[in-house]
Structure formats: C-alpha cells, structure tokens
C-alpha cells in the first residue's frame, strides 16, 4: 500500500514536470541560463535609445509585424537567400521597417556573454518594451523563452499584416486569426501615438480615393488640405514622412485617440475603429479613464501579442545571427 502511494506520488511529479516543459513562456527564462540577458538589453536600449528615440516606434511595429506573421519567432529578421527566397523583409509592409542593425547589436552583446541561448524572437519582445519605457511609455511584462523560426515568406506577411488601407471587417478578421479580440484592436492602434509614416501609406485618402481623383470623407477636410499642402503634395511623393499623431509624434499618450473622434485619424484602418459601435466606446472609455488606465490596458494587449503562436521548448532554434537561419 505504502509503496504503491510512492508510486502514485512519483508517477504525479512525472505528470507535473512533463507539463511544466511544454510550450510555455515564463518570467525570467534566462535567469539561469544567461543571468544578465535582460539587463545587457535594457543597459543598451537606455544607453542608445536617446541618440535615436525613433528606433522605439519602428521596433515596436516590427514587434508587432513579427508576431502577426509565423507568430513571435523573429521571421521578421530574415535575409532572402536561396532557402529563403522571398522573406518577409521584402513584403511591402516590411519596406518601412527599420532597426535591424539595433536588434544586431544587442546580439552580439548577447553572443559575447552566453552563446546560442537567447533568441532573436526574445531580442525584439524586450528591446520594444524596453525602447518604449526607455521614451516614458508603458512597461508591459515580457515573459520569455520564444524560439527562432526557420520559416519567412513574403505572401505570408501581406495576408496576415493588415494593410492601412483595412476596413473594419478586415481588421477584425486578421485580428481575430490571430487570437486578439476587438478591445486588443483598439489598445494596439493606441501604439500609433507614437512615430511616423509615409505618405505612400496614405496618399489614396488625400488624391483618389474611389478612383476618381476624390478625397477619403472619414478624413477631416482641413486636416487633409494641411496635409496636401505641407507634407504629401501628390499621390506619389513616398519618401515624406508625417507624424501620426501630430503634436505628440514622440510621447505616448490619448492624443491618438483624441485625433480618431475628430476624424484625424491617418489611415483608413484608424479612422474604422469609429465606425463600429464596440470600437468606438473603447475610445470614448480610453479617453474618459486616467493616461495609466491606457499603459495598463495597453500592457495586457502586448502581453497577449507577445505570445501569439510562439516556438518554445525544442521546436525552432535560437539563432546565430538574426538575419539568418542557422546551417
Ligand atoms: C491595426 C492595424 C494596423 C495597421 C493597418 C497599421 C499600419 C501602419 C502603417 C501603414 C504604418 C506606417 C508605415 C510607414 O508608412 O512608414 C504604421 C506605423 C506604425 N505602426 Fe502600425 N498598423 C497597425 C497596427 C499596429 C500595431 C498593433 C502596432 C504595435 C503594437 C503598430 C505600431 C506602429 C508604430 C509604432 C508605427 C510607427 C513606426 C515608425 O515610426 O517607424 N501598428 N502602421
Ligand atoms: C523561390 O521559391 C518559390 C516557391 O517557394 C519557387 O517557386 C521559386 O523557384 C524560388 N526561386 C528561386 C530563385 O529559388
Ligand atoms: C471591407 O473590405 C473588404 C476587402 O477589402 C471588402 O470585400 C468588404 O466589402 C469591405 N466591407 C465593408 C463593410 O465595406
Ligand atoms: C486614380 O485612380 C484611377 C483608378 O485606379 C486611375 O485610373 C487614375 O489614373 C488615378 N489617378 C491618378 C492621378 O493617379
Ligand atoms: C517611389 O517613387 C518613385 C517616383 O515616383 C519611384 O521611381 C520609385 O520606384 C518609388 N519607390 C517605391 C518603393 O515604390
Ligand atoms: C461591431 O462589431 C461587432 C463585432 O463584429 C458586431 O457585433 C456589431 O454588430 C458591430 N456594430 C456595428 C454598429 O457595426
Ligand atoms: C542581411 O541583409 C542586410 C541588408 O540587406 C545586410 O546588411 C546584412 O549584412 C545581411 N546579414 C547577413 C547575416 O547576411
Ligand atoms: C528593411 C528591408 O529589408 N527592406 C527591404 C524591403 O524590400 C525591398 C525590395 O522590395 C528591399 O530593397 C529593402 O531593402
């Protein structure tokens, strides 16, 4: 008898610890592994991050566009070559992203203090994070373990990114594959506080919307003359940047919001979370409640994204190099 619960109680352990090495992320992943990770990127984030605050915006989005697409496994970071042959760096939404070369060096730091332990998948979650605290945004928990694909294909990353050009169906469906529900929907726009677009993102709104040579209606009509006759004076100029949150372009805040309920918000995507009723009182609640009832909703949305379909455990690989899958 006294036996047999020994066993029962051995063969429970075996049960406990099988599930406590599938798939999952956890705070602090590194801890034993490679005790200073965290510290090595968030040291160089805040050391660097002031010569270039807007490497926090474009890391975000490539955050974003990384888990959108194979899930968070740094597909977003990989060459073409010939096993990779159209990657997601050459889908047009990628044309825009930049930082690479930042989330290079931080692994480089990583490589020289523990070789082959962290991923490129974990370097981009915690630099975003970082960037933004680093800038006076929100502080979202980022647990780890994310493993590095081996996978990064163009035709992927322009059905899964929704394009500015999203009606609000859309956005719900490419939200809704991947796991994010309408509230996620609009706390993520909110990162749309911060940074910069082309006009080429937006241009159809201002010069041909329907193929007429007429204007978006859902833009304001004094925002949009601004706009054509300051920044994006023709329907190909796709080299001048706009700020898109005018005013506040570097600080996160409600201004995003506040932009959307006087129709000024840039691309048709934002400007669609007001055409739906369960959208739009979102907004109207974001607005109403205190800047830190926004990080801390914010902070669970990121959280969520940060684990969309991730590779834990044995499955992908940590990387070498970021750019390239390892031979
Ligand atoms: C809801 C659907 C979304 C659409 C259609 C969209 C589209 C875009 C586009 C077209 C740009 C400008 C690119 C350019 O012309 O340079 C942009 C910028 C940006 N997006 Fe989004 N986005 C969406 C959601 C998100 C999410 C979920 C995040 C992050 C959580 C995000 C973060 C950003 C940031 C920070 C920028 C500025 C990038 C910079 O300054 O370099 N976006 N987005
Ligand atoms: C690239 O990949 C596609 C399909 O994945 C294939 O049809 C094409 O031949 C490849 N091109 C090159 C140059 O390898
Ligand atoms: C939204 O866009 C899709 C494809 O771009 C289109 O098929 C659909 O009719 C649009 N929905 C609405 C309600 O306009
Ligand atoms: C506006 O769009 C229509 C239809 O796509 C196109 O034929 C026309 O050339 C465009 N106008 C301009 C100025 O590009
Ligand atoms: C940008 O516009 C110029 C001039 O219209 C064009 O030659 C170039 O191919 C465009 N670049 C992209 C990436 O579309
Ligand atoms: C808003 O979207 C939700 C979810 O799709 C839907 O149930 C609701 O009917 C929509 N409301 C309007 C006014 O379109
Ligand atoms: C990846 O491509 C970029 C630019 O296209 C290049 O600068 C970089 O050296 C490449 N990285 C690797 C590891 O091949
Ligand atoms: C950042 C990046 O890799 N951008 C690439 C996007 O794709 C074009 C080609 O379509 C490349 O020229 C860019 O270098």
Same mark, same amino acid.
């Given at each position: 008898?006294?036996?047999?619960?020994?066993?029962g109680?051995m063969?429970f352990?075996?049960?406990?610890?099988?599930?406590?090495?599938?798939?999952?992320?956890?705070?602090?992943?590194?801890s034993?592994?490679?005790p200073?990770?965290e510290?090595?990127?968030?040291?160089?984030?805040?050391r660097?991050?002031?010569?270039?605050?807007?490497?926090?915006?474009?890391?975000?989005?490539?955050?974003?566009?990384?888990?959108?697409?194979?899930?968070?496994?740094?597909?977003?970071?990989?060459?073409?070559?010939?096993s990779n042959?159209?990657?997601?760096?050459?889908a047009?939404?990628?044309?825009?992203?930049?930082?690479?070369?930042?989330?290079?060096?931080?692994k480089?730091?990583?490589?020289?203090?523990?070789?082959?332990?962290?991923?490129?998948?974990?370097?981009?979650?915690?630099?975003?994070?970082?960037?933004?605290?680093?800038?006076?945004?929100?502080?979202? =928990?980022?647990?780890?373990? !994310? @493993?590095?694909?081996?996978? /990064?294909?163009s035709?992927?990353?322009? &059905?899964n990114?929704?394009?500015p050009?999203?009606?609000?169906?859309n956005l719900?469906?490419l939200?809704?594959?991947q796991?994010l529900?309408?509230?996620?929907?609009?706390?993520?726009?909110?990162?749309h506080?911060?940074?910069?677009?082309?006009?080429?993102?937006?241009?159809?709104r201002?010069?041909?919307?329907?193929?007429?040579?007429d204007?978006?209606?859902?833009?304001d009509s004094?925002y949009?003359?601004n706009l054509?006759?300051?920044?994006?004076?023709?329907?190909?100029?796709?080299?001048t940047?706009?700020?898109?949150?005018p005013?506040?372009?570097?600080?996160?805040?409600?201004?995003?919001? =506040?932009?959307?309920?006087? !129709? @000024?918000?840039?691309?048709? /995507?934002?400007?669609?979370?007001?055409? &739906?009723s369960?959208?739009?009182?979102?907004?109207?609640?974001?607005?109403?409640g205190?800047?830190?009832?926004?990080?801390?909703?914010?902070?669970n949305?990121?959280?969520?994204?940060?684990?969309?379909?991730?590779?834990?455990?044995?499955?992908g690989?940590?990387?070498k190099?970021?750019?390239?899958?390892?031979s």
């Amino acid at each position: 008898m006294r036996g047999f619960r020994h066993f029962g109680m051995m063969f429970f352990c075996l049960l406990v610890f099988m599930g406590s090495t599938e798939a999952q992320l956890q705070m602090g992943f590194y801890s034993s592994s490679c005790p200073n990770a965290e510290r090595i990127v968030q040291d160089y984030v805040n050391r660097h991050i002031h010569n270039a605050p807007s490497l926090a915006a474009t890391i975000l989005r490539m955050h974003f566009h990384d888990c959108f697409v194979r899930g968070c496994d740094a597909s977003v970071l990989l060459n073409t070559t010939s096993s990779n042959n159209q990657t997601e760096k050459v889908a047009t939404p990628n044309l825009t992203l930049r930082g690479f070369d930042f989330i290079d060096k931080v692994k480089s730091l990583l490589e020289a203090a523990c070789p082959a332990v962290v991923s490129c998948a974990d370097i981009v979650a915690l630099v975003a994070r970082d960037a933004v605290v680093a800038t006076g945004g929100p502080f979202w =928990r980022v647990p780890t373990g !994310r @493993r590095d694909g081996t996978i /990064s294909r163009s035709s992927e990353a322009l &059905n899964n990114i929704p394009p500015p050009t999203s009606n609000f169906t859309n956005l719900q469906r490419l939200f809704a594959n991947q796991g994010l529900d309408l509230k996620d929907l609009v706390l993520l726009s909110g990162a749309h506080t911060i940074g910069i677009s082309h006009c080429s993102s937006f241009s159809n709104r201002l010069y041909n919307f329907t193929g007429v040579g007429d204007q978006d209606p859902a833009l304001d009509s004094e925002y949009a003359a601004n706009l054509k006759a300051r920044k994006c004076r023709s329907l190909n100029d796709n080299t001048t940047i706009v700020e898109m949150d005018p005013g506040s372009f570097r600080t996160f805040d409600l201004s995003y919001y =506040r932009h959307l309920l006087k !129709r @000024r918000g840039l691309f048709q /995507s934002d400007s669609a979370l007001t055409t &739906n009723s369960t959208t739009l009182s979102f907004v109207n609640q974001l607005l109403q409640g205190p800047l830190q009832n926004f990080f801390a909703e914010f902070a669970n949305s990121m959280e969520k994204m940060g684990r969309i379909n991730v590779k834990t455990g044995t499955t992908g690989e940590i990387r070498k190099h970021c750019a390239v899958v390892n031979s």
